[in-house]
């Protein structure tokens, strides 16, 4: 599938300068050839966002924007495809780390150091929460979040050390497992076609594609600093990664793994 044009960035740029911030002027210089570190990824984009310490994204469910989180106001923001807010709520909870596209009207997103899963509207309105059962310090509590469609089943991440849960449609516990394919786990995002689980950590630098055993059956390396989200476009190829101090979106193009 062809890359859409918007998204194409000019390959002899050697660096992007990046400026924005609410106060003062931030500038991060991203060496664009240096951010995609395996054979199998190509960086073809990178966006300032305006969310203040975003973590955790997703596609909507039209692939023609994002949902992203902001661990600093509580907020949950919808962006496009090169970083815009175009909308923005907030949610009444504080510190925030995931959040996944239910369907066209709902999205579910965690509040860790409420241990708490929670399922909006994409207006605000708050629909259901329940606590997931993770023991443990504050801050390292479930970390990442993503929806099987199909399954109608969440699988949700703690940061370290790495646990998977599945949880069902009407938020009830239905499996629990110990990973360890990474040195931590940010961000998750699941292939409904595939039955891919797609497990972004931020330490290892890298993104391993897990079968239904978790298994390893691919991994992209990419170094960017503090890798909060991902989101991953199947039919164009692009992976979607959000960082956290960088307060950016990198866009990546794929291939087969």
Known sequence: MAIPNYLKISAYLATLCLTFGNTGCKKNKINLADVATSQNLK?????????????????????????????????????????????????????????????????????????????????????????????????KGPEALTYDEDAEEFHIMQESPGL????????????????????????????????????????????????????ILGSFSADIEQMEGLAVDHENRLIYIISDPDETLYVLEFESY
């Open 43 to 139: 960086l073809i984009g990178a966006y300032p966002i305006a969310v203040k310490e975003p973590s955790g994204l997703s596609l909507a469910k039209d692939n023609q924007s994002l949902w992203t989180v902001s661990d600093t106001n509580g907020h949950i923001y919808q962006i496009d495809l090169k970083g815009a807010v175009l909308n923005h709520f907030p949610t009444g909870y504080d510190d925030l780390e995931a959040i996944s596209t239910i369907d066209a009207q709902h999205l579910a997103f965690i509040a860790e150091r409420d241990r708490k899963i929670v399922i909006a509207r994409k207006d605000g309105t708050i629909l259901e929460e329940a606590i997931i059962d993770i023991p443990g310090f504050d801050n």
């Open 164 to 215: 998977l849960i599945k949880l069902n449609r009407q938020l009830e516990e239905i499996s629990r497992r110990n990973l360890n394919v990474a040195e931590d786990y940010s961000s998750i995002s699941f292939d409904s076609e595939s039955k891919h689980l797609w497990v972004l950590s931020d330490r290892s630098r890298n993104i391993n594609v897990l079968d239904e055993n978790s298994t």
